[in-house]
């Protein structure tokens, strides 16, 4: 049977409510009283009850998480891991982490998750983008928010994302170093800021390089960058373009796609053509070749979007305007060679 608040109060040798008040950190006890009671839940393996505790604190130790139904379905498990980094956080911070997932074509009549409705949580992490319907009734909840993975159209938000423009460029310089010419860069969603921020940071790599950039080099899907359109893009870039050399996927998914083109159209990885993503999924250690790429810590974004949220909660502020920026690291396999 589990210890009760009345075991703990006969341990220490106090009251209910005094125990109640060590509990809630209260000032109308003694060090040595609050010591004695903590002593006691400790040793009895005292857990008080959430729901007790959130009518004293007027809080609920609860915080959503929230991002679009297509980042389940379509991605590798890169949200996940985010999701993981947030749930680390709170086993140190007495927190609870609940999910929900929206639809990506939210529009204004749409329903918000029911945990934010009923106000059963203190701040929402948004993870990935989000349609901005979503984020603007959001909004008028008094709550912090922490966007993850997404810069919102606001910038009074507190964000966490990866340096995307740098690592587009390290992906680029990687192919440049490697004597590549002809570098092509494929994505999708070029809306989405972490892709157009790559597809900036491929062209600034091009041009300190001395390279031109074609257009008919740079093939943009208007879906969700994932396998089909990686392949479709490839179809798409080699159909235009035979002498391209290397090619930069704006994320893994596309990248796997391309290489799945390349293969069924007798193209060889990387003795025709160097072939590069971003994100580093799982799944490119098992390729052939294993996949070069560009890193991306998923775990520690969603520790720092945490750590964000907890910091917010404890100022009591629902007000943030900090962007933290992760850095990425390229990760050199064998889908690249030096020409």
Do not use: W
Not at 127 to 146: E, H, N, R, T, Y
Request: charged letters at 25%; proline letters at 4%.
């Amino acid at each position: 049977m589990s210890p009760t608040i009345k075991d703990v109060a006969k341990k220490a040798g106090v009251s209910i409510a005094t125990v109640s008040l060590a509990i809630h950190n209260n000032q109308r006890i003694t060090t040595i009283t609050r010591n004695k009671v903590l002593r006691a839940i400790k040793e009895l393996n005292y857990h008080p009850s959430r729901s007790a505790k959130g009518l004293v604190t007027k809080t609920t130790g609860n915080i959503g998480f929230v991002l679009t139904d297509d980042h389940f379905l379509k991605t590798e498990p890169f949200y996940t891991m985010i999701f993981l980094g947030t749930e680390f956080v709170t086993r140190g911070n007495d927190y609870y982490v609940l999910l929900a997932t929206i639809n990506k074509d939210f529009k204004e009549g749409d329903e918000l998750p029911r945990f934010i409705l009923e106000r059963s949580v203190d701040g929402v992490i948004v993870a990935g983008k989000v349609p901005d319907a979503f984020i603007q009734k959001l909004s008028k909840f008094d709550m912090p928010l922490v966007f993850v993975d997404y810069f919102p159209p606001v910038d009074d938000h507190c964000v966490v994302m990866v340096d995307n423009t740098r690592g587009g460029y390290q992906a680029a310089k990687h192919l440049v170093d490697l004597g590549h010419k002809e570098i092509a860069f494929i994505g999708a969603d070029i809306t989405h800021p972490s892709i157009s921020d790559r597809l900036t940071g491929y062209k600034q790599a091009l041009e300190t390089s001395g390279i031109e950039i074609k257009q008919s080099n740079i093939i943009i899907d208007e879906d969700y960058p994932a396998r089909q359109n990686g392949y479709n893009a490839a179809k798409r870039l080699f159909e235009k373009n035979k002498n391209v050399t290397a090619v930069f996927a704006c994320n893994d998914a596309m990248a796997i796609g391309a290489m799945q083109y390349c293969a069924d159209n007798g193209i060889k990885i990387p003795g025709d053509v160097s072939l590069i993503g971003f994100d580093d999924v799982e799944a490119d250690l098992l390729l052939n070749p294993p996949l070069t790429t560009v890193r991306v810590p998923k775990v520690e974004l969603g520790t720092e979007a945490m750590n964000v949220m907890v910091n917010l909660l404890s100022s009591k502020s629902a007000n943030c305007a900090k962007k933290i920026v992760v850095p990425v690291e390229l990760i050199v396999r064998g889908s690249t060679r030096k020409i």
